[in-house]
């Protein structure tokens, strides 16, 4: 179940997968999934491939520093969601929420239904926000947004 | 060019100056991130030649699309072209001769446009048809301010609604009891008036003419007081009646908007309900008719009175005395100006609380409903430590919300006497020089209060308004919704369907971006057992959700006796297709009366006869009350297996010529199971059963089977031919026999 991370190799593909070497079996286009992807971002990494599991790293900091960098920066690209840093405006109408918001990736407005369902606490600071049309934005620490942001969401937490 | 989303003409002047043909591009798509996760607007468009990629920033205000990249890819070097989707973000990769790249990033919820674009970019590359029907009744965005719908089954703008029309709308409702509505307004109108010179009399002239000497009214008290009281009780008088009608009135207009509401929600689709909570949506139905019910018989006729009020009181009062009239004028608005911040921020926080007392009850009812786990697994302190976090938060908004009253009811009211005390100087001064009489002072603070209510209500009525709209658009909403799965307008009627069933190429996703089943195709035969395995999660109920028409298919298509089922009357298909789920749902009225949901007018002899077939007869007549039973919510509790035994007996009784057992027998013990098989066996002439089971040995004598793994068909055969094959179906199967030889032999 367990992969030697000392026996892992990774080579990034032009399309983004990864190839893998492990005790000279090769896996072409494999992906890798966060098994514990909010508590151990790090740690319990599955590398699948055709939907099947190969196995699972159990600590990412054992592995050598060339495919920990690939191997991070594969996870940063398929659990990359946009990370708010605030929120200038909450309109409601009609039921729904119109944010505008600022991201890492720029600023962005959404609409959302139903905020109870939609605007929740994940962990104790992790925000998830979910849009009408399925996507996701997050705010890793509820704690740092500054004051107005958070007056602004606070009424629907 | 209609599809995916409108391109802005600042996009296509951009494409036209780098030689692109913009009037034979024939789909485009929108992307939105780029490789760094960064917003940007990416367009993809396409021709019979080659797909085009147009990178940068829309500035529609300015008409001028800033370019970054801009790439074109040669039609016939494509392969294929698939959708990765990852966790929040997909990508599309082409595949050429010798390599795969990704040719653009997206947002998760765009995932269904991109694969229809892609789609619709093979086949013109294969020079194959397309079939834009589907897409021919999507508007997905706001002609005015270019955004998506939020809800694609209702054409309306939240953005660009006019909350003016929702009130004349509402208003509309209202007017269907037009006698009634002006008979009240008059009845208002009246009480007010009255109630506005009841101070003159009270004050004024009793004060100035009836008891000062020489005054026109002098020692007439009898007659004065005979006058006010003859005044009060006709405002009274005026008031009671229209409190009675409007009390008679109002109840009947809510009353009719739930009925109108549920009645909708009955037609709507089995995917509307899933994508919200039942809750919320009974919320709506209760919660938000009662916002309007109180809008209606307490903000709109108060406020009309309050605005004749304050007209009236104010045109009294600077007739009297103008300087005092706005001495006390500017008091009562600087006040109603300082409560109204107030009551901002309060709502804000009642809103919070409201919230911590339901997560906080939710955190109760999940606790006492699972105190079986809770006790099983010793958890009982850390339920008292969960419960006692959720509290703190009750406790610390509730603190806040005192704190907040008790700091500024003492400031306000300190502006208030203030006011009092200045218009009190102002008026004995004034009395003194001959400038004002005593009772005109009392009239005008008698006056100075009628008018603070007024004021304070009208300068609230926003906040209840807009909670009313909200509430009327909300039910609006339900109302306008025109959803997706629909009968078609001319539905083909057919009383017996025999069950020749045709998957085509079926698709279908629950949720934006995650396919639950992928291009599947296979056909039952009328008549015939078809078994569905595969493991927990593949797709198997959602095959059967389609079959019966609970949802519509994403792609593909799904016939019934050759016949589409989407022209298929819902009448037709409810009739001829029976369902025995897993997650089996009771009503509440007696045990007979469940049975008999499938057909009211079944006899009793019917009832019993399809509960014995069904194995249910037996522990009905354990209960006292038989047949008679109340069962569902408040009622008398089933165990899983009865609850599925009732369920079963229900689709006996219904006779369908298409039965589908989905886990029909999963919560029952292998010799109820059996019995059960054996009533489904005399069923079987001249039927066609679908079957869904964990257990592969229940599905033994199925005429087919189809293996489903990942949403995709995996293998079709009969029992022998599959176990023969050595494939997933025969993996299955040996591990459920060993899994019994283990138990057997242990």
């Not at chain 2, 509290?391 to 203030?418: K, T």
């Not at chain 2, 066996?681 to 066609?688: A, H, P, Q």
Request: net charge neutral; glycine share 6%.
């Amino acid at each position: 179940m367990f992969i030697d991370a000392t026996k892992v190799k990774f080579e990034t593909l032009e399309n983004g997968f990864l190839k893998l070497t492990l005790e000279d079996k090769v896996y072409d286009k494999v992906t890798l999934t966060r098994l514990l992807p909010y508590s151990q971002e790090e740690a319990y990494i599955a590398v699948i491939q055709n939907q099947e599991e190969i196995g699972i790293i159990k600590d990412l900091s054992e592995l050598e520093s060339k495919e920990y960098d690939q191997v991070i920066k594969h996870l940063n690209y398929k659990y990359y969601i946009p990370e708010i840093t605030k929120i200038n405006s909450v309109k409601e109408k009609m039921g729904f929420l119109y944010i505008n918001l600022d991201t890492k990736g720029g600023e962005k407005e959404i609409c959302i239904a139903d905020f109870v369902s939609n605007i929740r606490l994940i962990k104790e600071n992790l925000l998830s926000i979910t849009d009408v049309e399925g996507n996701k934005y997050r705010m890793s620490n509820i704690q740092k947004l500054d004051k107005d942001s958070r007056q602004k969401i606070d009424v629907f937490l | 060019m209609n599809y995916f989303y409108s391109m802005p003409s600042s996009v296509s002047d951009a494409l036209h100056e780098r030689g692109v043909d913009v009037e034979h591009l024939l789909y485009c798509v929108k992307a939105d991130l780029n490789k760094e996760g960064h917003y940007v607007d990416v367009h993809m468009t396409f021709d019979q030649g080659a797909l085009y990629i147009l990178q940068g920033y829309d500035a529609v205000a300015q008409d001028y699309f800033q370019v970054v990249d801009y790439e074109e890819i040669d039609i016939k070097n494509i392969e294929d072209l698939y959708i990765d989707r990852q966790i929040h973000t997909a990508r599309l990769i082409v595949r050429e001769e010798n390599r795969e790249y990704e040719i653009a990033r997206f947002s998760l919820g765009k995932s269904e446009q991109f694969e229809q674009f892609k789609d619709r970019l093979l086949k013109t590359k294969n020079n194959e048809p397309i079939d834009d029907t589907d897409l021919k009744n999507r508007e997905e965005f706001c002609p005015k301010c270019h955004n998506r719908y939020p809800n694609r089954e209702r054409k309306v703008c939240p953005n660009c609604l006019d909350k003016g029309s929702t009130f004349k709308r509402l208003l509309g409702m209202y007017m269907r009891y037009k006698k009634e509505f002006i008979f009240v307004m008059a009845m208002i109108t009246a009480s007010t008036l009255f109630n506005l010179i009841t101070p003159y009399f009270s004050a004024q002239l009793l004060y100035d003419e009836v008891l000062t000497k020489g005054g026109s009214w002098y020692g007439k008290v009898t007659a004065i007081v005979l006058l006010i009281a003859g005044i009060r009780f006709i405002g009274i008088v005026l008031s009671a009646i229209y409190g009675i009608v409007l009390a008679r009135m109002t109840p009947k207009i809510t009353r009719d908007i739930k009925v109108e509401i549920f009645s909708k929600l009955q037609t709507l689709p089995v995917g509307f309900f899933s994508s919200k909570q039942t809750g919320s949506l009974m919320a709506r139905v209760d919660q938000d008719a009662t916002n309007i019910y109180w809008f209606f018989v307490d903000v709109v006729p108060y406020a009309i009175v309050s605005i004749v009020t304050i007209i009236g009181l104010l045109g009294l009062m600077l007739f009297i005395n103008v300087w005092i009239t706005i001495v006390m004028f500017t008091g009562v608005m600087i006040t109603v100006v300082i409560l109204k911040r107030f009551r901002k921020k309060q709502r804000k926080l009642h809103r919070r609380k409201h919230h911590a007392v339901r997560a906080t009850n939710a955190l109760i009812s999940d606790s006492l409903n699972g105190q079986r786990v809770v006790k099983a697994f010793a958890k009982e302190d850390q339920e008292i430590g969960r419960y006692t976090i959720k509290n703190q938060e009750f406790y610390d908004v509730s603190l806040h919300l005192g704190e907040r009253s008790a700091n500024m009811f003492p400031y306000v009211r300190m502006i208030s006497r203030a006011s009092d005390t200045a218009v009190l100087a102002i008026g004995a001064f004034s009395i003194l020089y001959g400038n004002l009489t005593l009772g005109s002072l009392y009239a005008l603070f008698s006056y100075t209060s009628m008018i603070q209510n007024s004021i304070t209500f009208l300068a609230n009525m926003g906040d209840r308004w807009a909670r009313c709209i909200d509430a009327a658009s909300r039910m609006f909403e339900i109302l306008d919704t025109f959803p997706s799965l629909r009968e078609a307008a001319e539905p083909i009627q057919r009383d017996v369907l025999e069950g020749d069933i045709v998957l085509d190429n079926v698709s279908f996703e629950y949720e934006v971006g995650r396919p639950i089943l992928k291009h599947i195709s296979f056909n039952i035969e009328k008549g015939q057992m078809f078994g569905i395995v595969g493991k927990t999660g593949a797709g198997k109920s959602t095959l059967i959700h389609l079959m019966s028409r609970l949802y519509d298919t994403t792609e593909g298509t799904i016939t019934i006796d050759g016949v589409p089922i989407k022209q298929l009357s819902f009448e037709s298909l409810r009739k001829n297709i029976g369902i025995v789920s897993q997650e089996t749902y009771l009503f509440i009225g007696s045990i007979a009366e469940n049975i008999k949901y499938a057909k009211p007018d079944a006899t009793m002899e019917e009832v019993i006869f399809a509960a014995k077939a069904a194995y249910a007869h037996d522990f009905i007549m354990k209960h006292a009350e038989g047949y008679d039973t109340i069962i569902g919510s408040g009622g008398v509790n089933l165990s899983g297996g009865e609850k599925q035994r009732l369920s079963i007996a229900r689709a006996i009784l219904q006779k369908p010529s298409i039965l589908i057992l989905d886990e029909a027998t999963a919560a029952m013990d292998t010799q109820t199971e059996r019995k059960i098989q054996e009533a489904i066996e005399n069923l079987k002439e001249g039927r066609t059963i679908i079957a869904i089971a964990h257990r592969l040995s229940t599905l033994r004598d199925a005429d087919k089977l189809a293996v489903i793994e990942n949403g995709e068909l995996f293998e079709m055969g009969t029992h022998e031919e599959l176990i023969e094959k050595q494939g997933k179906y025969y993996e299955l199967h040996k591990l459920q026999t060993e899994a019994i030889k283990f138990i057997e032999e242990g």
